[in-house]
């Protein structure tokens, strides 16, 4: 895993206390609250609905057993016991006081963290697969790129005050978990026909109130010309984007109005001077970059247990089954540890559930922890010998919900609980759902599904990219759930289609359960999902059990 | 009046004795005037550097209105202008806060140029706090030119 060089470690101590600096500013009035704002954005902090809320990033969602511990602490210190993980592999901590800050920053620091453009008008923190370096299907590791990544936007000079927000992810494997068609760049590692690795570049998607999936811009991009290429991306976005209109900010926008090859046009041209101005880093940073990313040496036992050992607790069996994954290496497995207990806060742990995360990690998975984008937590490489040992710890710290993939494993944004342009709750409709499904063999027999809620239209929970979307308005005062329904963020990444109406609190769930007793109904085969019924069905069935049983209930 | 900052803290501005400044739409409709004085180019963050070009061999000024430091143009504009070679005086003009001195100076900005009541309240010891903008950054490290033109 990368380890902070001392480049890395003097940057990042010098930026607290330039923040630090910033923070008595403010105090002494030579800032203005107005010049403040981006500043402090750009360190992670914001003003919420009740109080500050720091976002601490969480590089392409790798972090190790150290790291995570100091969350737990940080938790404790300067919060309330426990932290929320985020739909973009970041971790907030939702009460921290401002004068505790940069002291907080510190401490993240100790152990090579920070919480630099994790907001702002800036190049976000770069998301990547969760299953990186691990992943069966994978081409290659896309976190090496990652990092490059992270180096090169961190203040950068010429993008740190882009029109809008923007957010890079990177997938190495063909099966796409970092939804990199709803980013504004998003990269999928490719080989050329040549075998030479390489990146098919899409750029102008993004999710928010005008959902746009991202469009190629270049199939195939050698290796080495990455970084010109996006300095060429984003300086056309940097002079053309939209500043008239936060709405429209966007480089989707620009794209949209711009067009496809005018767009393509002009950031070939901008590669080209691009190109004759960066030299490129040293081969040796980049080795030592690769280097930290090489796979641990995972020497899997004679596997004791497999999948038909006949005596075997069926709780294990039913988490086997839901929350592990296919390895690289045979024998080997990654586990989800879900975030998602029945009833419980989407994302939440608790800083006792960090420490044991941290110890698990230690002992079972070579040091090493990932931060999915579903609000989860990876075990990215442990030995399927040792599952039942881990799935014991698990239980006995309350994380051993078996439901990774099903209907209670839901997304959702912080909504009305904590913040402050919520126009609906999303956290209370999350936790009603998986209590009315709570029952893990009805979840199982309803099979994958992806419900995500957010609770206003800039659409944090991606519930345009759910198969089941919740997104909470308010209408005249009174929270109205529109649903969506077909959305996909894979690589057949897909917006969902409204319904129709919305309903309202009390109606939702009645709502929901409708559309799965509908999709069970209608279903070919246990076989068939949600997604794939709705994509052979199509609207209709599913718009007539929504909606012409409410009128029966009206009348 | 105004008040340059550099590297080495406030200065008067010496341009005002030794050149005119034109603004972009006088160059454009009328041409820079025919004289031995120096020139210099008034450009609003909306320009297109490409539509320049041809003026730039005649000014030894240019400089490039920020008017809100949370629009960040200029920098990508004085990034062109290096880009394709002028070697002048780059300079940013408007709302321009000391946190973004070393943003402007790597990406080929000179000097910056505020107004007497900004440096009142963001003094000089705060902008030279930033002096120290050459030492490495991440781009450096990465092979980004700063000053693709020298
Ligand atoms: S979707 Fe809206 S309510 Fe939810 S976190 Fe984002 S801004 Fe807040």
Known sequence: MYSYSEFDEGYVRERVRKFRSQVERRIDGSLTEDEFKPLRLMNGLYLQLHAYMLRVAIPYGTINPAQMRQLADIADKWDKGYGHFTTRQNIQFNWPKLKDVPDMLDALADVGMHAIQTSGNCIRNVTADHFAGAAADEIEDPRPTAELLRQWSTDHPEFTFLPRKFKVAITGSPNDRAVTKAHDIGLRMVRNEAGEPGYEVIVGGGLGRTPMVGKVVREFLPKIDLLPYLEAILQVYNLSGRRDNKYKARIKILVHETGLDEIKTRIEAAFEAQKKHFRGPEPSLVAAIEAAFSQPELDPPVMSISLDTPVRDPLLESWIDTNVSEHKVPGAAIVTVSLKPIGGTPGDATSDQMRVLADLAERYSHNELRVSHEQNIILPHVYRADLPAIHAALREAGMATANVGLISDIIACPGMDYCALATARSIPIAQEISQRFEDIRVQKDIGPLKIKISGCINACGHHHVGHIGILGLDKAGVESYQLTLGGDGTQTATIGTRTGPGFAADEIIPAVERLIDAYLGLRESRDETFLEAYRRVGMEPFKAALYSEAKAHAA | ?150
Request: proline share 3%; glycine share 10%.
């Open chain 2, 1 to 150: 009046m105004s008040i340059i900052v550099t590297d080495t803290g406030f200065a008067a501005d010496d341009w005002a004795d030794a050149g005119a400044i034109v603004s972009l739409d006088e160059a454009l409709e009328a041409g820079l005037p025919q004289s031995n004085a120096r020139l210099g180019l008034d450009l609003p963050n909306d320009a297109d550097i490409d539509q320049i070009r041809g003026l730039l061999d005649r000014v030894s000024l240019v400089r490039i209105a920020f008017p809100s430091f949370a629009d960040g143009r200029g920098f990508s504009l004085a990034r062109r202008l290096r880009e394709i070679g002028f070697a002048g005086r780059v300079r940013a003009a408007g709302h321009v806060i000391p946190d973004q001195y070393a943003f402007a100076r790597r990406s080929g900005f000179d000097e910056i140029e505020i107004s007497d009541e900004a440096g009142s309240r963001q003094t000089e010891d705060q902008w030279i706090a930033h002096a120290g903008w050459a030492q490495s950054s991440y781009q450096d490290q990465l092979g980004r030119a700063h000053h693709p033109a020298a």
